[in-house]
């Protein structure tokens, strides 16, 4: 098991940027693969960002490519979503995950965080 806490949502005018990080307990946080999904009032979880253990392979929903950044320090037991260029509709609660088998989109057998609030008005 994995325990997550995410921090670094807040409120910011469309085009701005956030930073969210999301830190990992134990000394084997580099084995798992983690994501950031998010899901706005009254919808469904979504898919946002993956990224492997080493992070050496990313990917991105449509929505976010070009915007959005994927990253990790395993030796901080932290990933992170560098948000810039954002839209009214990126407003949701943000949530970091992790995943012991591979790079992942699905909401599917995964450890959760709490999550955290990103609001973007306009």
């Known amino acids: 098991q994995v325990q997550l806490v995410e921090s670094g949502g807040g409120l910011v005018q469309a085009g701005g940027s956030l930073r969210l990080s999301c830190t990992g307990s134990?000394?084997?946080?580099?084995?798992?693969?983690m994501g950031w999904f998010r899901q706005a009032p009254g919808k469904e979880r979504e898919f946002v960002a993956t990224?492997?253990?080493?992070?050496?392979?990313?990917y991105y929903a449509d929505s976010v490519k070009g915007r959005f950044t994927i990253s990790r320090d395993n030796a901080k037991n932290t990933v992170y979503l560098q948000m810039n260029s954002l839209k009214p509709e990126d407003t949701a609660v943000y949530y970091c995950?992790?995943?012991?088998?591979?790079?992942?989109?699905?909401?599917?057998?995964?450890?959760w965080g709490q999550g955290t609030q990103v609001t973007v008005s306009s």
């Open positions: 134990g000394r084997t946080f580099s084995n798992w693969h």
């Open positions: 990224i492997s253990g080493s992070g050496g392979y990313t």
């Open positions: 995950a992790a995943n012991p088998l591979g790079p992942f989109t699905s909401t599917n057998n995964n450890y």
